[in-house]
């Protein structure tokens, strides 16, 4: 499978909630970040949790986002950051925002 | 309670008397349940024996942070080692011969003047175990897991690291099928230092990121 995004892409996470068991933490849905790295292709967790083979494989980024954005109280440095592994299917590219 | 079932009875009545362990005496939960049920099922119709259970038990319990520790030293004494195992963990870790690491993808983050990592599993508890051995009772807390990544400054402050504010703090939240581990900063006074040495100052916490390794005096 081709990879969508490439590293340095500005990407959204989906803000969607459906049942079952996902690896996308809800603190992160909805949020705007960069691909960091690709870091291969994946069984999806969200069909191997329910005993099914979770193929075909997809692709799996590292997605770093800056922590005052992730969190408006955040009270740490301005640059500080967390990273975290998200699949394909859960990323969006970030549309620029219209001209008004 | 019938007479002849008084033997049975006894034995538990008995057992009553002893102090439980760490449970709190409410029913196993049920995936506990089933563990027990398919291990046991397992044993019985001869597909593993109790023996290999407990051997691979003891295995994981004896698993320490001691390759980790040794994958560092080799990085802050070989550059070229370390560019190779930050561009692929787990190719470095087979350079040293570390073989036995099961499927784990192996990312190494690297600590510099600039930037201090923390690694995390907000999710669960995912900790690359066959590296680092298993994680502390405290790295699978839901106090760690959901501050660390919201107030890693105060959590890091908690743990006796106190970090400038020019130091950027990047957490690594553990949530798909990478696993992570810290290469620390070598510290001063360690000029010289053979690999063994300065394996033996990288603690588990190191690894972690909750603290920062030191020239320990002579």
């Known amino acids: 499978m081709k990879s969508r995004f490439r590293a340095g892409d500005t990407v959204n996470v989906r803000a969607a909630y459906p049942p079952g068991h996902i690896r996308t933490p809800y603190y992160i849905r909805g949020k705007r970040g960069v691909i960091e790295r690709i870091c291969g ?15 075909p494989k997809r692709p799996l980024y590292r997605v770093r986002f800056g922590q005052q954005h992730v969190w408006s109280d955040y009270g740490g440095a301005p640059e500080d950051t967390v990273d975290i592994e998200i699949f394909e299917h859960w990323l969006e590219p970030a549309v620029k925002e219209a001209a008004t | 309670m019938s007479e002849h079932a008084h033997g049975h009875q006894h034995d538990r009545d008995h057992a009553r008397t002893f102090q439980r362990d ?4 409410s029913p196993l939960p049920y995936l506990q349940v089933m563990e027990i049920a398919m291990r046991e099922l397992l044993i019985e119709t001869g597909v593993i024996t109790s023996d290999e259970v407990r051997r691979q038990i003891e295995r994981m319990d004896a698993r320490g942070h001691s390759r980790g520790a040794r994958v560092v030293a080799r ?5 070229e080692f370390k560019a190779r195992l930050l561009a692929n963990g787990r190719a470095g870790c087979d350079e040293l011969g570390i073989t036995d690491l099961e499927a784990l993808h192996l990312v190494v983050v690297e600590n510099t003047e600039k930037v201090h990592n923390v690694i995390v599993c907000t999710l669960c508890s995912c900790y690359p175990k066959p590296l680092l051995g298993l994680p502390p009772a405290w790295y699978k807390s839901l106090p760690y897991r959901k501050r660390m990544v919201r107030e890693p400054r105060a959590v890091l402050k908690e743990f006796g690291l106190e970090l400038p504010e020019d130091v950027i703090v990047r957490i690594h939240d553990s949530t798909a099928d990478m ?12 000029k010289g230092w053979g690999e063994e040495k300065l394996a033996a100052i990288v603690s588990r916490d190191c690894l972690i990121g909750v603290a920062l390794p030191h020239a320990v005096k002579a």
């Open chain 1, 41 to 55: 292709e994946f069984a999806n967790p969200e069909e191997l949790a329910f005993g099914r083979d979770g193929l």
């Open chain 2, 22 to 25: 760490h449970d709190d005496g």
């Open chain 2, 179 to 190: 696993r992570y581990m810290v290469l620390p900063r070598r510290p001063e006074g360690t």
């Open chain 2, 75 to 79: 990085a802050w004494t070989d550059p």
